[in-house]
């Protein structure tokens, strides 16, 4: 068994985890949140058959989006003569469609 982990946009969410119920497949939703733009995502979980990895990464890959997204990146110049300079300039980064772990399962019980 093998345990899926994709961390996707929020927007996706719902469309990923609608299309992998409709496939069968078991998912656990968490809120959860970048480190770069600290901003929030969604972490799924699906434990799945090593046999239906394939099929679990293809429904991810079709219903996920990347994004372009502009954040303010700071900087402080504190070696200016009177005192710090403060310049803030826009960064583009590209977010997603979705980043995935595909992780070994030691043991599964549901009691
Ligand atoms: P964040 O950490 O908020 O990162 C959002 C996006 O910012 C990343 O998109 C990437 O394009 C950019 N980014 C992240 N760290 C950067 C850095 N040090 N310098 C420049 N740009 C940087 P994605 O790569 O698509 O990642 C989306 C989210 O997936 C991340 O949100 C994070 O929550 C998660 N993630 C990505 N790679 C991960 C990893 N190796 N381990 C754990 N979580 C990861």
């Given at each position: 068994m093998k345990l899926v982990l994709a961390i996707v946009h929020d927007d996706d969410a719902p469309r990923v985890m609608d299309e992998l119920n409709k496939n069968g497949f078991m998912v656990t939703k968490m809120c959860s949140s970048g480190g770069f733009l600290k901003s929030g995502n969604t972490t799924l979980l699906v434990g799945?058959?090593?046999s239906r990895v394939?099929?679990?990464l293809q429904i991810i890959e079709s219903k996920s989006r990347s994004r372009k997204?502009?954040?303010d990146s700071s900087v402080t110049n504190?070696?200016?003569?009177g005192g710090g300079v403060y310049m803030s300039y826009p960064v583009e980064v590209t977010v997603g469609g979705a980043t995935v772990f595909v992780l070994d399962v030691e043991r599964f019980q549901k009691y």
């Open positions: 799945v058959d090593e394939d099929q679990v997204q502009i954040i504190s070696s200016a003569i």
